[in-house]
């Protein structure tokens, strides 16, 4: 009998089989006749990685399901054995069950299933304040039969995280989940929904060190030409394009720590702002020895000067306002 329940549970887990198998039991009756209340807990044991270029994160849990089926008080059972069968919403791939369902049957009917399960699933990420951003990691269960036949009820004490669950660059902030209902279609009917968050936020160590500063001093680099002797253009021209081609080959060894995603993040606009300021370094030393060539060395010693200053002060501003604008989005 046993291998019965095992079965049946295995079907149940499967995040794409929504056809209802010939000869299969249906919910159990209730007293008031009313939906069947199935208790649903999520532990989660671990967490292997969140891919910011897929969105997915991937993680492995316990899942705890709880009904009562008046039909198996006593121990009796005929007809095989219903289980609850559940939908994984956000799963990338079908969740991979760690061996057979712990099924136990108490004598009054009290169904109590046990599982482990392993996944991948997909969820939105707001990667714009990367690497200083925290994000929201959820899985979302949906049972296969509408509300008016089974519905979730939490399981608070089996609703929770290990102690040792970990993310690698990420600290694991807080846990919520909310029992709610959906429609897959606006005329359809509605499904119980349970959906299991956990905040994480991102470690921006490693950023910060190995790529917002190397940027932001190759950016400061430029400031060295307005300390060269105006006529002399060869060492200042070769200053500015070699931070220029630094800042190019540094963004290409750069690129497989970095999102792909259509909007600019903070490192993007950081290496965006260092790249325009180098330019614009590279415009003021040609301007400066065109008025040299033209015999306004006066004036063009006073541009330096200014230049000096003018540069890191203005490229540091703009840095400071782009991370205020962003930190405060």
Request: proline share 8%.
């Amino acid at each position: 009998m046993r291998g019965l329940w095992t079965a049946a549970m295995m079907v149940g887990l499967s995040a794409t089989a929504w056809s209802q198998p010939v000869g299969r039991p249906g919910p159990p009756p209730t007293p008031d006749g009313g939906p069947v209340e199935v208790g649903v807990g999520f532990h989660i044991v671990d967490f292997g990685r969140i891919t910011a270029r897929e969105e997915t994160f991937d993680v492995t849990a316990h899942l705890e399901l709880r009904w009562r089926d008046p039909r198996l008080a006593g121990g009796v059972v005929g007809g095989g054995m219903w289980t609850p069968r559940l939908n994984f919403d956000n799963a990338a791939e079908a969740p991979r069950p760690h061996g057979e369902p712990e099924i136990e049957v108490d004598p009054d009917g009290r169904v109590t299933s046990r599982s482990i399960i392993s996944g991948k699933f997909s969820t939105p990420l707001d990667l714009r304040k990367f690497p200083f951003d925290a994000q929201d990691l959820v899985v979302r269960i949906s049972l296969f039969h509408d509300r008016s036949k089974v519905r979730f009820a939490p399981i608070p004490e089996a609703m929770h995280m290990h102690d040792d669950a970990s993310i690698t660059d990420w600290s694991l902030l807080e846990q919520t989940y909310r029992v709610d209902s959906r429609r897959y279609r606006p005329d359809g009917e509605e499904y119980s929904v349970v959906a299991y968050l956990v905040r994480a936020k991102r470690r921006s160590t490693f950023y910060v060190w190995r790529v917002l500063l190397p940027l932001t001093l190759l950016s400061l680099i430029p400031t060295l030409v307005f300390w060269f002797e105006p006529t002399n253009l060869q060492p200042q021209i070769s200053t500015c394009m070699g931070t220029l081609i630094a800042m190019l080959a540094f963004g290409y060894s750069v690129d497989f720590a970095l999102p792909k995603v259509a909007y600019l993040t903070i490192v993007d606009r950081h290496a965006m702002v260092g790249f325009l300021a180098a330019t614009a370094a590279t415009i003021a030393v040609t301007v400066i020895h065109r008025s040299v060539a033209v015999g306004a060395v006066p004036a063009a010693l006073k541009a330096q000067r200014r230049l000096r200053l003018l540069y890191p002060a203005a490229y540091l501003a703009v840095v400071g306002l782009s991370f205020g604008l962003f930190m405060s989005s």
